[in-house]
């Protein structure tokens, strides 16, 4: 009898440890996820938009360069795009003023993706507070009106970015599908990763210098986003034509 109790308890603490290794496996596996959930609210606050309840939305970030922003825009209006969201950062917006009027000229929608490249968590409030301020100077002297979208420069941002984002009159915008066009992983691999998007899905894609296959890639984005019947809108139509989604920070 006491040979098979003896049996029982190691199977059981064998049972036990198996328990625990697959609890800290799955937490980890969480707590992975939910590091690159990227886009936050406060329970009673300002909100950072990541998604909204139909269409989709293509947003383009230049924060530097001289070569890739122009082919981006000559690859869709070739592909009769209206409606797309270029987040622009000042001291890229005010070296090619000719550029800034173009986008404006196209049609497409203006955001701001600060004025410098900093991660606005690294910063002190009133830092933060001027580089928002000094890209929006940027874009009044351009003659650029009614920009009500932000996005956060390094695409990070806390709790106090969103505030300060709202007092200076700005939705914080994120995105739900990045393309990662930006580490030039190939044009396929661009467009497989675009693919995964869905009705109400903001995709994030770039037209930096860094971004060197984008152009190539787009036609084949846009290919496969008429295929699943997606409407393209800008984000400020996609805010409110419906519910948007956001997280919340603990």
């Not at 924060?63 to 797309?84: C, F, R």
């Not at 969201?85 to 000719?98: C, K, N, Q, Y």
């Not at 971004?211 to 984000?235: C, F, M, N, W, Y």
């Amino acid at each position: 009898m006491n040979f098979f109790v003896v049996l029982n308890g190691k199977a059981l603490k064998s049972v036990v440890l198996i328990l625990i290794a697959a609890f800290f496996t799955a937490w980890f596996l969480y707590m992975e996820n939910l590091a690159q959930i990227p886009v936050f609210s406060t329970k009673e606050g300002p909100k950072a938009v990541y998604r909204g309840e139909k269409d989709l939305a293509l947003t383009f970030n230049i924060g530097w360069g001289d070569e890739k922003a122009e082919p981006i825009l000559d690859t869709l209006k070739k592909e009769n795009v209206k409606s797309a969201t270029f987040f622009l950062s000042g001291s890229w917006a005010e070296r090619h003023p000719d550029l800034v009027s173009r986008i404006v000229k196209d049609g497409f929608e203006i955001g701001i993706l600060g004025y410098d490249y900093v991660d606005y968590r690294d910063l002190e409030d009133v830092k933060i507070g001027k580089d928002i301020a000094k890209a929006q100077e940027v874009f009044v002297k351009l003659n650029v009106k009614d920009i009500k979208l932000l996005r956060a420069p390094t695409g990070h941002f806390d709790e106090r970015a969103l505030k300060i984002a709202k007092r200076y009159g700005y939705t914080m915008v994120h995105w739900r599908v990045d393309s990662k066009d930006w580490t030039n992983p190939g044009v396929g691999k661009i467009v497989a990763n675009v693919k995964k998007a869905e009705k109400g899905d903001i995709v994030l894609l770039h037209a930096s210098d860094s971004a060197k296959q984008t152009a190539k890639a787009l036609p084949l984005i846009l290919q496969d986003i008429r295929q699943k019947g997606l409407k393209l809108v800008s984000v400020s139509e996609m805010i409110a034509n419906g519910d948007v989604q956001s997280k919340f920070i603990n």
